[in-house]
């Protein structure tokens, strides 16, 4: 009993928390840089994974040829950018995207692995919450293996990576992001002495609609399928769009079809609005004010990002911002899911 109390007395809920809110930051911003790496075709840039040694980018003139020439082998290169005239410098340009992107996921890695030996050793985890913190960590390891399985369809079979291998991606990348917010809003209630909260039937039905809706954003940039109409709220001067591909079925045509991907993607939208709306309206009631107004800041914002996003053409910078925000949107709903599970309203961190 006495040993067990000295754990607890041990413990660093506080600190813990705030370390994993700096990982999560570092989540969102990979997002950005995914996104400008999707944006500017610079996924298959680098065709080989070198976990240590990809930390240094080429150095010298003959380093660069040489990943110029691997990168020369892929189907992107020979059928686009090769008769486009690619130079060396402009692969330098797509070159840099990717090596940042990679270069942050280890950085992140390194960020959360490294204070979870220091945390654990010397004992200052709360009891409970260490299955937890593995999970995450092993969510933050597939994460590297998804990103270079999807590279890989770049490198292998297409001129872009399959976009069912982009969802994939950030949907690992987003379950993490949620899981760090949510562990971390449980470690502030337990330092202010509360308990864990519970994920409610009906958070848990928003939550997977905005799941939903994050996960047909990947598929639309994987398809590119945001350029296909720049009118709204019609497409292409109609309300439901011509052009879909029938053939395989409906289930194929829901994940495969550009047309359908972007009108489930504009539409189901508002559904997921209607349902953060009412959430925010039980916040609220609960006097959960903070968390009721960043939830209607956060789908205002995307939902307005996203029509000028499609109206601009797909401008680079709206997008990647459309993508961002996504994200804390993302955090804005975790943070009232969990406000609602609180035991009472003394543990809600406001």
Not at 125 to 130: A, T, W, Y
Not at 258 to 287: Q, T
Request: aromatic share 10%.
């Amino acid at each position: 009993m006495h040993a067990t109390a000295s754990l607890q007395s041990a413990a660093r809920p506080l600190a813990i928390a705030r370390w994993l809110l700096a990982v999560a930051v570092m989540i969102a911003l990979i997002v950005v840089i995914g996104g400008i790496t999707r944006l500017t075709e610079s996924g298959v840039s680098i065709t080989e994974w070198k976990p240590v040694t990809g930390m240094i980018p080429p150095l010298t003139q003959a380093q660069w040829q040489a990943e110029f020439a691997a990168y020369q082998q892929t189907p992107q290169y020979i059928q686009i950018n090769g008769p486009a005239g690619m130079t060396l410098a402009t692969y330098k340009f797509i070159f840099f995207w990717e090596w940042v992107h990679r270069l942050l996921a280890r950085l992140i890695g390194f960020a959360f692995a490294l204070p979870l030996v220091w945390f654990w050793a010397k004992g200052q985890i709360p009891r409970g919450f260490k299955p937890r913190l593995l999970v995450l960590l092993a969510l933050g390891g597939m994460q590297g293996v998804v990103g270079w399985w999807m590279v890989k369809s770049g490198i292998q079979y297409d001129v872009k990576v399959s976009h069912l291998r982009l969802a994939t991606h950030l949907t690992v990348a987003l379950v993490t992001f949620a899981g760090l917010i949510w562990t971390a809003l449980d470690l502030r209630a337990l330092a202010r002495g509360g308990a864990p909260a519970r994920l409610t039937g009906f958070s848990a039905i928003v939550l997977i609609m905005l799941a939903v809706q994050l996960i047909y954003g990947a598929l639309m940039a994987g398809l590119r399928a945001g350029h296909i109409a720049a009118d709204w709220p019609l497409m292409q001067g109609r309300l439901f769009p011509a052009g879909i591909d029938w053939s395989g079925g409906f289930g194929h045509a829901m994940i495969y079809d550009p047309f359908l991907v972007h009108f489930v993607h504009r539409w189901w939208g508002w559904v997921v609005a209607a349902a953060l709306i009412v959430l925010a309206r039980r916040l609220r009631r609960l006097d959960m004010r903070a968390a009721s107004r960043a939830i209607h800041s956060a789908f205002g914002a995307q939902l307005l990002l996203g029509i000028a996003t499609v109206m601009s053409g797909v401008a680079l910078w709206l997008a990647v911002l459309h993508q961002l925000t996504g994200a804390l949107l993302l955090a804005a709903t975790v943070w009232g899911a969990h406000g609602l599970g609180c035991n009472n309203k003394r543990q809600v961190i406001a």
